[in-house]
């Protein structure tokens, strides 16, 4: 949340932000709750509707915050789609990598300028540790700023904190792998399940807006 909050901070009084429809709920409170006071507006968008996001662009949007997959419905958004209908507004494209990590999608190479990751999560690993952090995209002049954000606001994390991400990101790779098949041999059994209404998750063929981004 910190992170996130830090590249909202950034931003100027009557930014406009447009957040996905379907995002993690501490970030929605956040838009709702929190912005507001900033300055800041907000426009909630279905990320998928690539239409309703060009007509959702006003000449005062500074940032298209994008989650792939998203919390809690899991839905897929084409990154490389949103970057470069936002680039042509000039707006940048913040993605939330949380749940795919670097391992399965690589945003920056699809065209988003900043990655967010809560690294409490996949990239820790082991349940023992809170943080997040931003990655940002060659030649960005956001970085000044941050470090400014960083500096006088405090969302840094401590070194502890940061020494147990870096062990944890050694074994990240076959983690993953691991997570991904377990969780897909779940998915397809609950599909056979006849009280089982639907099932949310990107393995499985009949997902929602399955597409390929990363081809890995």
């Not at 959702?56 to 809690?72: D, G, H």
């Not at 680039?87 to 990655?115: C, E, K, R, Y």
């Not at 956001?142 to 606001?153: F, P, T």
Request: aromatic share 6%; glycine share 8%; proline share 7%.
């Amino acid at each position: 949340m910190a992170a996130g909050v830090a590249i909202l901070q950034t931003l100027p009084p009557g930014s406009n932000v447009i957040f996905p429809d379907d995002i993690y709920v501490t970030f929605r409170r956040l838009y709702r709750d929190f912005l507001p006071n900033w300055g800041i507006h907000s426009t909630a968008v279905n990320l998928q509707n690539l239409a309703g996001l060009k007509a959702a662009i006003r000449p005062n949007t500074r940032l298209v915050w994008v989650e792939t997959l998203s919390n809690p419905l899991m839905k897929i958004s084409d990154i490389k789609a949103i970057s470069e209908i936002a680039h042509a507004s000039n707006v940048p494209v913040l993605v939330d990598n949380t749940f795919a990590t670097p391992i399965l999608q690589s945003p920056i190479d699809l065209g988003a300028d900043i990655v967010l990751y809560s690294t409490t999560k996949y990239l820790g690993g082991h349940s023992d540790v809170q943080g997040g952090a931003l990655v940002l995209g060659k030649g960005s002049d956001l970085l000044k700023k941050l470090l400014k954000v960083s500096q006088v606001l405090g969302p840094v994390s401590s070194p502890f904190n940061s020494w147990l991400v870096l062990r944890g990101l050694r074994t990240l790779p076959c983690r993953m792998e691991r997570h991904s098949s377990n969780a897909n041999a779940i998915a397809s059994a609950l599909r056979a399940v006849p009280a089982v209404e639907a099932v949310f998750y990107p393995g499985l063929p009949t997902h929602e807006g399955m597409i390929s981004q990363s081809g890995r």
